[in-house]
């Protein structure tokens, strides 16, 4: 693709990714799956990289290279390891927060830690009691002189225990301004951690409950007003989570693709190779084109997005049509493999659990085509892309030569 939506940088970047990946992540798959545990020591290798800061501004430290370039990194992590890519996700969704909201004592202090890789940022927005709605969570702060108190709790949370900062939106008052975010240290007194509990994919990626009991936090550590909440929320989801969800589920989708070509060109069926069947060959057709579609409105988004122009429902149709594909593609897949697609010993069935994780954050595709429905009858509500691309580190390429070699 470089040449189209990716120039000579980015496609360095996905060389040294990729290499980075093979060599460290893949070697340590077989553990992370048979444990299922956190994996503390691979998400800290991989934020030194300095690719956390990968749309922090070099004035901070980070890359400044922009979405595309933050889209080529986690997909190729996730063509290896969703849960990798998903860890790096999940920080950029931290990442969001600070760069539009923060003050300017908060970037100086957390935007070159993070870059650095001396911390690992999260969003914690959903609750148990609500889940996508938004407007009906329940966790509140109140003010206590210079402090704020907080209390209630959050459920998958990205990178919840192997966060070292999180953005939590309580509410601070009724209705849909009484929304506020603040800025966590994971050590403060009264913040807990339930209990890691692995899911059915995604293994070595933590998404679980934070737990705020009387937390105090001081006034200093609000993100933006009182009331900002949703602004906050809303724009790690739209600029961040749709765009870095949808390169997980690219990443996974190439990991799919590749290797059922592989199983397909090594397997041997009638004297010949199972992919020369012509019922075979239309499943990995079908599958190439799935994949060919889906990266096209994966970086066509990420680069409407790095040029500060509107394309909120791009990122929505990106996010919808990459997971839904990818899930496509892994039943696909299953059908060319056959029963020995089952077995755990084989890559496919890992890829299979982890696309279906990425189904529903950010937006089940319920939500997005209600929303590009909405934009399709010209009722579509906020223009979020627009409104903060100005602020969101785009200019890709910008000062990035060291970061790549």
Not at 52 to 69: F, K
Not at 323 to 336: F, K, N, W
Request: net charge negative; with cysteine; glycine share 12%.
């Amino acid at each position: 693709m470089s040449g189209y939506f990716t120039t000579e940088f980015h496609e360095r970047l996905r060389a040294q990714v990729r290499a980075f990946a093979e060599a460290e992540v893949r070697p340590r798959i077989p553990e992370m799956e048979a444990s299922k545990a956190v994996q503390h020591e691979l998400s800290q290798l991989i934020a030194w990289q300095g690719w956390l800061g990968v749309t922090i501004d070099p004035a901070y430290g980070g890359m400044g290279a922009g979405h595309v370039a933050k889209t080529v990194i986690i997909e190729e992590l996730s063509r290896v390891s969703g849960a990798m890519g998903a860890m790096v996700q999940a920080s950029q969704l931290g990442v969001a927060k600070i760069i539009h909201f923060g003050s300017d004592s908060q970037k100086k202090t957390w935007l070159p830690e993070i870059a650095a890789g001396g911390c690992l940022p999260t969003i914690a927005v959903t609750e148990a009691g609500s889940g996508g709605h938004v407007l009906g969570m329940e966790a509140t702060a109140h003010r206590d002189g210079d402090d704020y108190i907080l209390n209630g709790s959050k459920v998958f949370v990205g990178n919840s225990h192997v966060g070292d900062l999180h953005g939590v939106v309580v509410r601070t008052g009724p209705g849909s301004k009484g929304l506020s975010a603040f800025l966590v240290e994971a050590d403060r007194p009264g913040f807990s951690l339930a209990p890691h509990r692995p899911a059915m994919g995604l293994h070595g990626f933590s998404f679980g409950e934070l737990i705020f009991d009387n937390c105090r936090v001081p006034a200093a550590n609000l993100l933006g007003d009182e009331g900002d909440g949703l602004p906050v929320a809303y724009s790690s989801s739209v600029l961040y989570g749709r765009a870095n969800l949808t390169a997980v589920a690219l990443g996974i989708h190439r990991a799919i693709l590749e290797e059922t070509v592989a199983f397909a060109t090594a397997r041997h069926r009638y004297g010949a190779p199972l992919s020369e069947l012509p019922t075979i060959k239309q499943k990995l057709g079908k599958m190439q084109s799935a994949f060919m579609t889906a990266r096209l409105t994966a970086y066509h988004a990420v680069h409407l997005l790095d040029q500060g122009l509107t394309c909120d429902a791009e990122l929505m149709n990106a996010k919808m049509v990459n997971v839904e594909s990818a899930m496509d593609s892994a039943r696909t897949a299953m059908e060319v493999h056959a029963a020995i697609g089952l077995s755990a010993d084989r890559p496919i069935e890992r890829y299979t659990r982890d696309a279906f994780h990425i189904f529903a954050p950010a937006g089940t595709s319920d939500i997005q085509l209600q929303r590009l429905a909405e934009t399709a009858l010209g009722t579509a509500k906020g223009d979020w892309s627009r409104r903060l691309a100005a602020h969101a580190g785009a200019g890709a390429g910008v000062g990035v030569g060291a970061a790549v070699g």
